[in-house]
């Protein structure tokens, strides 16, 4: 705090510099007197949109400018540039000290971030004390919060992305094709969430008679009318203070994970530099020691300098999965009372959520997961005899279980913070016994994912083809393979969600019934997910 507190003045002095040439006071004096000029006027400003509130603008409008003003002096602290930030704190002087560049780097941004809090001090907290006086202090204060960790967020991406090997576009592309996955979940459940409140009041009213589809018929109108409302103003996002809150805590978590990603620079012609979790994974498989070549094999491809990732490493932490049942529950989760149908969808989102996770690992190693670099080897493979085809999938069952431990965990861990930020702490618990219940699935799920990349690099192997092949997926009877294999899979997901939906339209289930058919749910799945991870006693 003491190294913050003297730089900070020294950015005030050098500041201030020129100022201090034509002034006819003291630089103390001096800095003191734009200090409280910066915080008179934004204080007027503040007061004269409090004052005027009630007269000229909307309460919602209030918000919105009080909001802004707290979080826009920051947009600067995220366009500077490193160049600037090194020259400004000595950097190539700082890393003489003999600690590693990352961590020279990740302190520097710790301490010009806490700087920059207290630079900003007199622009930014005014608005934040108007909001909490106008709007109380919880409301205010969880406003303030989410705002600013948010902006924490974006200030630990920023850097993320200017340090990383992934290309902008890629940075790009991952961040629209989420975004746009959260816009289709809403919209898809806001257009789903009105019908469904008419039709469970006309059961109520009519029953299942010819009387509900005539009422059904004649609120139609209405229906598009509660849908448009949805869709232009959000009508069932209603988030509390808590809920804002609990958002901001996500916030906050994500960007304190995704800190140690922040790299000072990167050479296209660096070695492979491995995320910290992983190698904290490969180090414990090393000390516990292995007899699977393959699987130290595995452990060596990961250490060896190799092609760029073609994805930013948050995208590990929340796939699109994430991003289209979190954009589903913003409309529908206000609406849910029932414990059951929370424990329900819980366990089904967290299961569409690890399996999104897992598979964004395969995606970026694919040399490993994808048995890309099996496939360069099939000459030695043949001369084996036999081919050591199960230690060949324990090998990659052992690696992507435990690599998968952080990126599911984080991704799961998010989703129940939402679940509390929009249903309160009692639809958190029943949302944590969701997860107690679907946890010991994650093994089985590592299985499934990686079945038909290995039941089509055995074909190939089998057959004798001489064809050169960089990857089990340019076979040609791929896809078929595939759609073989998660047959039984679909057809469950296909028929877990029409049931839920029959039955929530409908009410055909109803209180404690719901609870059966989770259970009924997790029998299901487990079932089907153990079948499908048995393939590697039958090759």
Not at 3 to 27: D, E, G, I, N
Not at 190 to 209: D, E, H, K, T
Not at 221 to 247: A, K, P
Not at 425 to 433: E, K, V
Request: hydrophobic share 50%.
């Amino acid at each position: 705090m003491k190294l913050v507190w003297l730089l900070y003045q020294q950015r005030q002095r050098s500041s201030l510099a020129p100022l201090q040439k034509k002034s006819p006071f003291s630089p103390q004096m001096t800095m003191f007197l734009v200090e409280a000029a910066k915080w008179l006027v934004s204080s007027a400003v503040v007061v004269a949109l409090c004052a005027r509130s009630s007269t000229l603008f909307r309460p919602s409008v209030v918000m919105g400018a009080l909001f802004f003003m707290s979080v826009s002096p920051f947009i600067g602290v995220l366009l500077e540039s490193k160049e600037a930030l090194q020259r400004q704190y000595h950097y190539h002087y700082v890393r003489l000290s003999g600690v590693r560049d990352d961590e020279v780097w990740q302190r520097l941004l710790k301490i010009h971030y806490a700087v920059s809090l207290l630079r900003l001090l007199p622009i930014w907290l005014p608005p934040s004390i108007g909001l909490m006086v106008m709007f109380g202090m919880m409301t205010g204060a969880s406003f303030v919060w989410f705002g600013q960790t948010m902006l924490l967020l974006l200030y630990v991406i920023s850097h993320i992305v200017r340090g990383s090997t992934v290309r902008a576009t890629g940075v790009f592309s991952a961040v629209f094709f989420r975004m746009a996955s959260f816009a289709i979940g809403y919209a898809v459940m806001a257009a789903i969430v009105p019908l469904l409140q008419l039709s469970r009041q006309a059961v109520r009213m009519y029953g299942l008679s010819l009387s509900y589809l005539a009422y059904m018929d004649g609120y139609a109108v209405h229906w598009q009318q509660r849908f448009y409302e949805c869709m232009t103003s959000w009508g069932g996002w209603s988030f509390s203070s808590t809920s804002l809150s609990f958002i901001g805590a996500g916030f906050a978590l994500l960007a304190l994970i995704c800190f140690s990603f922040i790299r000072p620079s990167h050479s296209h012609k660096a070695a492979y530099r491995l995320y910290s979790w992983y190698q904290r994974v490969i180090e414990s498989l090393k000390v516990r020691g292995t007899n699977n070549a393959i699987l130290y094999k595995d452990l060596c491809l990961f250490t060896r300098p190799v092609r760029e990732l073609t994805k930013p490493p948050w995208s590990l932490f929340l796939p699109g999965e994430w991003f289209l049942v979190a954009g589903a529950n913003v409309a529908l989760l206000p609406i849910v009372h029932n414990g059951s149908i929370i424990l329900f969808l819980f366990m089904f989102e967290m299961y569409i959520v690890m399996t999104g996770a897992l598979r964004a690992i395969t995606d970026v190693f694919r040399d490993i997961f994808q048995f890309e670099s099996e496939m360069e080897r099939l000459t030695v493979f043949r001369l084996l005899s036999p081919p050591p085809l199960v230690p060949l999938i324990e090998a990659k069952w052992t690696l992507l279980e435990r690599l998968g431990v952080y990126p599911c965990m984080t991704a799961v861990g998010l989703l129940l913070l939402e679940y509390i930020g929009l249903l309160g702490m009692r639809g958190g618990l029943w949302a944590a016994m969701g997860a107690v219940m679907m946890m010991p699935a994650y093994s089985l799920v590592v299985k499934r994912i990686l079945r038909t990349d290995y039941e089509v690099f055995c074909l190939v192997l089998a057959s004798g083809e001489q064809t050169v092949l960089t990857s089990p997926r340019d076979y040609a009877g791929y896809m078929v393979i595939a759609a073989g294999n998660h047959s039984f899979h679909r057809l469950l997901i296909y028929i877990t969600v029409f049931s839920s939906l029959l039955s929530a339209f409908f009410m055909l289930l109803k209180g404690w019934s719901w609870a059966c058919y989770s259970v009924l749910f997790v029998v299901m799945i487990y079932l089907v997910l153990w079948n499908g991870s048995q393939y590697a006693q039958r090759t």
